[in-house]
Each structure stands twice: as C-alpha cells, then as structure tokens.
C-alpha cells in the first residue's frame, strides 16, 4: 500500500472508529460521513462535537465480530502523534469539534500502543483544555492507565459481553476477569473527573437479563457512570459475517431498563418480572411495569417515589408535581410540568376519575 495522506487516514481511522459507542443511536449523530468520525453526540443532557477514531486499526486480537481483527483484509492505517494532535486542532478550529474519544487496535504490546496514544494528548492539552475520552486497551499495565489518566475526562474498558464464557466464544485473546474487570477496577481508584464507562455487544447469545445483571454489577461495584449498549451487525470479512443483526428496538429498551435502574432507582428484580425467557417485551419497561401492576395513581396525593412510577412522568417532572403548591384539578394542567399526557393518563386518577387509553390491558 502506498503512503497514506493525513485525511485519507481522517477517514479510514475515523471510520474504524464507529463502533465505540457515545450514547444510544439517536443520540449520536454521524455529521460528516466524507471525512468520517465527526459526531453530535448527546450525553447528560448535552451536546458534544466528537471526533471519534482509532490511533491504529492494524490488530493482533481475534474478535469474531470485529472489522479490525487480525483475520479481515482491510486498508490499514495508523497516526503519528504529532499527526494526529495536528488534525485535531484543526477540527477543533474549522469544525467546531470541541471533544476527542481515542481508542485503537492492539497492533502490538498494548503498553506501547497506549504510550503512542498518550503522547498524542498529551501534545493536544497544550492547547485544548475540553473533553477527552481515551478507550484503556485489555491488557494495559497499571502504570500506563495511571499515566493516560493524568491528561483525560474519561476513560473506558469495553467488556463486550455479560459473562466470560459469551466473551470466550467471541475472542481468544482477552481474559474477563484479568484483562478487563481488573483494569476497570483500577479506573475506580484514580479518581478521573467524569469516571469511567463500558459497552456491551447486544448478539443473539446473550438474554437481555445477563445483560442488565451485569451493567447492575458493574453500576454497584465500579462506580461506572454509563454502560452502553450496541446492537450486534454483522460486518463482512468477519467470522460472524452471516450471523443475524439484533434489531435497534432491542437496544433502546435495554437503554430504557438501564435508566430505569441508574436514575428511576428501579431495582433489577423488577426488570427480570416483565421478562419472558430472560428477554424484555417488544415495547417501553416502564409501561410494561405500569401495566402488569395494574398502576393507578392519584396525581394530588402521590409523593415522589410514585409519580416516578408512572409512564410520561421522568425525574425532573416527578420532583415538580411533588413539590407543587395548588391542588391539580385537570389532566390539562400537567403539561406545566412537563408530563407527557398520552403515556400518562391511563395511570393517573384526578377527582376519582381515570382515562385508560393505550391499551384495555385488564
């Protein structure tokens, strides 16, 4: 292969780079496919402009559903620090791309391939003081993660899978426990100012309730600020390239259980009850929640842990009813605060009385 240029590398790296996750697919955004990698990616409750990409998509691993593992043909390319810190100024300047997430493929001995993408924010903190996300590389020594943890926002470790036996189908090169849950141990002791996070692939192996058993583990016991979940695409080239896609509608109500259980205070039992061979239903967990316990609420009286409860009222809606000073007499009047009246009706009582809609699910 003849000598890259720097946008083609732009484009192949920034491409190989879609697959780690911001957020659910709605809130991420791809705004230039020519040069790849540029995302408005929306996370607690704002807007990033992210360039998202590998420092080098040459791998040494084995992942059966990854297009940069060792076994897929592929144009290869890598960043020189100095490279890289160069074009980022430059999105940064002319594009407005206020956010850096750097991962790579583990092209060689994971220590040096992290050195190589540490020096490269470490040349753009000399001029950038915003957000930036480094992916932590399986196998990454201590001293290495304490290091990158110096310069960066946040860090992540991907375990791909709920269980060590899944991920040992899909890769014979990372170890569960030693490469990827100690790593993500070690995170939680550097203090890094916006934590850390994971995703998980969302295949046809893993149930849904795996899934939530482990993102509530890892939400218990490492502090993790986000899981986030990637509906499985077979990608051509590689072992699983026949395999069927998991539907975006699977992964936006694991996304739903996840909040549930991360804001809503919801506990995982309560999930697993509206399961059907450890899978979720085809539609929202809280209405399911709502409807299988017959949910019926009288706006004026329920504090906030009720109204939480209730399908169309979040958390910032529940602590406004909550705290109200006049007596709510009409369905109306709940759009001051921001209720959503379809979802919400069927499950709330106003003088007594009660509209079901949705469904007559009794």
């Not at 991420?28 to 040069?35: A, D, Q, R, Y």
């Not at 040096?112 to 990454?140: C, N, Q, W």
Request: proline share 4%; with cysteine; net charge positive.
């Amino acid at each position: 292969m003849g000598k890259v240029d720097i946008l083609q590398k732009a484009g192949i790296l920034g491409r190989a780079g879609q697959y780690d996750s911001c957020g659910p697919k709605m809130c991420e955004v791809n705004i230039s496919k020519g040069l790849g990698g540029i995302y408005n990616a929306k996370a607690e409750h704002k807007t990033c402009r992210i360039f998202k990409t590998l420092m080098d998509n040459n791998c040494s691993y084995d992942c059966k559903y990854c297009a940069n593992a060792n076994s897929c043909k592929k144009e290869k390319a890598r960043y020189e620090p100095k490279e890289l810190k160069n074009l980022f100024s430059y999105l940064n300047r002319k594009m407005g791309v206020n956010g850096l997430f750097l991962s790579s493929a583990v092209s060689k001995n994971p220590d040096k391939v992290m050195e190589e993408m540490i020096d490269s924010i470490e040349l753009i903190r000399k001029d950038f003081t915003g957000y930036i996300h480094l992916k932590v590389l399986p196998g990454a020594s201590y001293d290495t993660i304490k290091h990158a943890s110096v310069y960066v926002d946040r860090m992540s470790v991907n375990i791909e899978s709920p269980t060590k036996d899944i991920l040992s189908g899909l890769s014979s090169c990372k170890d569960y426990k030693t490469d990827l849950l100690r790593r993500q141990a070690w995170i939680k002791k550097m203090g890094i100012t916006s934590g850390q996070t994971t995703q998980m692939i969302v295949d046809g192996v893993s149930t849904d309730k795996e899934i939530i058993r482990m993102a509530s583990w890892e939400y218990d016991n490492l502090d993790m600020r986000r899981v986030y979940y990637s509906a499985f695409k077979p990608v051509k080239g590689t072992p699983l390239e026949t395999h069927a896609a998991q539907p975006e509608k699977r992964e936006n109500h694991l996304y739903n259980a996840d909040f549930l259980i991360r804001e809503y205070g919801y506990k995982k039992q309560e999930i697993y009850s509206i399961m059907d061979d450890g899978m979720l239903p085809d539609e929202d967990p809280k209405l399911a929640l709502a409807k299988m316990n017959d949910l019926c609420i009288d706006i004026n009286e329920a504090g906030y842990e009720e109204l939480i409860r209730i399908p169309g009222i979040g958390p910032a809606t529940a602590r406004k009813i909550s705290s109200k000073k006049r007596y709510i007499s009409s369905y109306q009047e709940l759009d001051v605060f921001g209720a959503r009246l379809e979802k919400a009706k069927p499950f709330i009582t106003i003088k007594g009385c009660i509209q079901r809609r949705l469904d007559d699910w009794r």
